[in-house]
């Protein structure tokens, strides 16, 4: 029972972090139709980003409580900004012009810049691995039986409150704001949205800035908790994002949620009672046989064709 709740709270702080990458994902499907296949490369430069403020800083785990907690939220900040900057031009410069082209067309383009932002953070920053000491350490004993400790560490607990926190805004955001107004309007025809006056453009370039700025936030909690990036991070943390927002239901954001945290789970409860090398065949075995009998996903929503 204490490994169990042990791989539980493994399982749904991983599942936070893919969550959030799932996130953008299913925010871009949803208004434009198109698998942005950039995002786990932008969710990659945006640990590279918080990486650099962190060394930076001088932030280790040997600094004051009060400054850890101010540096790491202007770290946060700072990397969403930039992260946010990155997906606005590549929006701007790779995927505009061609959206009015055949479907195939922006698909190619964003595969051609995962591999751009991938061999560019290699040259700039090398293709060793980047580690990082711990910052934020420290944690409780949930439970303690038979010699096994069932612990949850601070880091755990801020992974999964962050990203409550973050799913929380976002619904609200689209629910309850012109800006979410405008992106709903756009989901269902871009054409009639731009006819009753909503900046189809503009509305599209948010929506990219704030799927970066969520990856941002991703990017930095991997960090945390793992300690340790380099230049393909993006390529792996993306595909299995990706699985995720289609498994819960690609263009809900719920669903992209419900998506992050299954496949967390999969991966961690596979890893932790079977083999860890085949965890991902796991993971994807399950997707298919969820999208057998339902195609959508678990919360997505059947597409209907107007004629």
Known sequence: MEYFLQQLING????????????GYTMVYGIIGMINFAHGDIFMVGSFIALIMIIALGLTAGSAIA????SLLLVLVLAMVLTSAWGWSVERIAYRPLRG???????????????ILQNFVQIAQGARVKPLQPIITGGY??????????????????IVMTTVILMVAFSLLISRTSLGRAQRACEQ?????????IDVDRTISLTFVMGAALAAVAGLMYLLYYGVIDFFIG??????????????????LPGAMLGGLLLGLIETFWSGYFSVEYKDVAAFSILAIVLIFLPSGLLGRPEVEKV
């Open 12 to 23: 749904i702080t991983l599942g936070s972090i893919y969550g959030l990458i799932a996130i």
């Open 67 to 70: 400054v850890i907690i101010l």
């Open 101 to 115: 082209s055949f479907r195939l067309a922006p698909l190619i383009t964003a595969i051609g810049m995962s591999i």
């Open 141 to 158: 004993t949930v439970m303690d039986s038979g010699g096994f400790a069932v612990q949850v560490s601070n880091i755990q607990i801020l």
């Open 189 to 197: 025809d871009r054409r009639m949205a731009s006819l009753l006056g």
């Open 235 to 252: 390529f792996v943390a993306g595909v299995k994002a990706f699985t995720a927002a289609v498994l819960g239901g690609i263009g809900s």
